[in-house]
């Protein structure tokens, strides 16, 4: 694995100025983008590389540069259209309802140099018939419980159709590119997945099933939005330092797994969100892990018992160091430097202070050179002073990654408990089904590929070193296995043959057989 240099320039960064986070994971994991606007996002850019001709392609490393789509008169019509229930309720005839709301809207649309909708009447019979397909519309946003302004709402990505980058509106009309929501997350993915050896059959898959599928709700948002709309100028400033991982392997085998199944794109997404949500927090643990060494993250998951149980406790255990990871590469990667021949040169010339403070300006981005008291600290008070900062701006975001996103796939829960702790529901259970059964496989075997694939420790088998530590009892984790394979049962998943065969089988595949 090559760690690759760091971008010449880069920009949108929030926060002191550190290129610390960056420098581990890349430009950058973002607690406020959850894993389904992450993919949202990766499907905008992968729109904008196919149309350029280059999907999954990297010309050079961090190079990627993409125009997304802006769609502004689809997402006014959704997301800025209050007009249309107060006409509807009004029973007026459809020439006089066309003609109010067309003029309700060319006064408040947002975003738009001319508010023209009127070539919408040539494409709907009636007005009517024009309310239903945007109410069926409106309750078809992604996360839509949440209050987010107009231009930070997004629709299910039933096609190319349906893909815009977050934008801020302003009260005058003007448009301005949003980081809050779209953080550079999806762009992490994508590179991650243009750089696995799999991305050529990732391409072929995703461009026959989502960029170029003849979807029916895809035809009705391109007769809504009419010709696409595409931002000014490019995105460009993403950057991800592994030119190659086996985590971006993982990820890209998950995405092919689950779009191989026998189901519609549409069915198909909430799974690889789930996957994909999982997958990053497993980069972000992997890579805290390779930054400070020792072995593999893994998680001791409690399948869900009526009563307090060890292997609750071993699970919010794990939990909890799994957390502490990321904070623990970061001192690791600062501390570094002070083992580097620059530094030691440094630190022994008549102005030790000034001196490391250049070395650690070019590495980090930190300090300010023309910060005069730069002079009167020593070397080590340096160091200490950049971990306090980088600290915390990493708990601003970055260090909020792993909680809120395993709460968010539904692998950690407080369910029952005081802590939070590693405890997968159904429908992380559903996806791992999903992915990792091609049509039946024996429980226990199931197990060992969650332990191998994931580091997900549920069996005895799995959790043999820590009963032979005389953390627990073989029956302890003996008896989660047993729930798992009940609550599998119970969802359809698993099948027993006989007193000691369990075979669990994918439910798409099985049906197909």
């Not at 059959?201 to 979807?215: C, M, P």
């Not at 809120?404 to 029952?416: M, T």
Request: glycine letters at 6%.
């Amino acid at each position: 694995m090559e760690i690759l240099p760091r971008p010449v320039g880069h920009e949108d960064r929030n926060g002191p100025a550190i290129w610390v986070d960056e420098a581990i994971w890349g430009h950058r994991l973002h607690d406020e983008q959850t894993p389904w606007l992450t993919v949202l996002e990766f499907l905008c850019v992968l729109q904008a590389e196919h149309a350029a001709g280059r999907a999954l392609k990297e010309e050079g490393f961090n190079t990627l540069s993409y125009r997304p789509q802006t769609q502004m008169r689809l997402r006014n019509l959704i997301f800025n259209n209050p007009h249309l229930a107060r006409l509807t309720e009004q029973s007026l005839g459809d020439n006089a309802a066309w003609e109010a709301w067309l003029k309700d809207m060319e006064a408040s649309a947002g975003g738009l140099e001319t508010a023209d909708f009127s070539y919408l009447r040539n494409r709907f019979d009636s007005f009517d018939d024009f309310a239903s397909v945007i109410r069926f519309l409106q309750k078809s946003s992604v996360e839509g419980e949440t209050n987010k302004r107009w231009s930070s709402k997004f629709l299910f990505p039933f096609g190319p159709s349906a893909l815009f980058e977050d934008l801020s509106v302003s009260s005058g009309g003007g448009v301005t590119n949003d980081r809050r929501f779209f953080a550079r997350t999806g762009e992490l993915l994508y590179m991650m997945l243009a750089r696995s050896t799999h991305r050529d059959q990732l391409r072929d898959d995703l461009t026959a099933q989502f960029l170029n599928a003849d979807s029916p709700y895809d035809r009705v948002l391109s007769a809504l939005q009419s010709d696409p709309q595409y931002t000014k100028a490019d995105r460009a400033g993403a950057y991800l330092p592994c030119s190659q991982h086996t985590a971006f392997d993982r990820l890209a085998s998950d995405w092919l797994a689950v779009l191989s199944r026998p189901m519609p794109i549409s069915d198909a997404l909430p799974h690889l969100v789930t996957l994909t949500g999982l997958n990053l927090l497993l980069y972000q643990l992997e890579r805290a892990r390779e930054v400070i060494g020792g072995d593999r993250p893994t998680f001791i998951c409690e399948i869900v018992s009526p009563r307090k149980s060890v292997v609750r406790d071993l699970s919010a255990d794990s939990f909890q160091n799994n957390a502490s990871l990321p904070k623990q590469a970061i001192d690791s990667y600062i501390r570094a430097v002070a083992g580097t021949s620059e530094w030691e040169a440094a630190a022994i010339s008549d102005e030790p202070g000034l001196a490391c403070a250049e070395v650690m300006q070019r590495q980090f981005d930190w300090p300010d050179p023309d910060d005069s008291e730069i002079r009167q600290q020593s070397p080590a008070e340096l160091i200490e002073q950049l971990i306090a900062k980088a600290h915390v701006r990493h708990n601003q975001h970055v260090g909020k990654i792993h909680g809120a996103w395993a709460r968010a796939i539904g692998l950690a829960s407080r369910r029952s408990s005081r802590r939070v702790r590693y405890a997968p529901t159904d429908r992380l259970l559903k996806s791992l089904v999903v992915c990792c059964v091609n049509d039946r496989m024996e429980f226990k075997v199931f197990l060992k590929l969650l332990y191998d694939r994931y580091g997900f420790i549920i069996g005895d088998h799995q959790a043999r070193d820590i009963i032979d530590a005389g953390d627990a009892d073989q029956e302890d984790f003996s008896n989660n296995a047993r729930r798992l394979e009940e609550r599998l049962a119970s969802l359809g998943l698993v099948r027993r043959l006989s007193d000691s065969c369990a075979y669990v089988e994918n439910p798409f595949t099985r049906d197909q057989a």
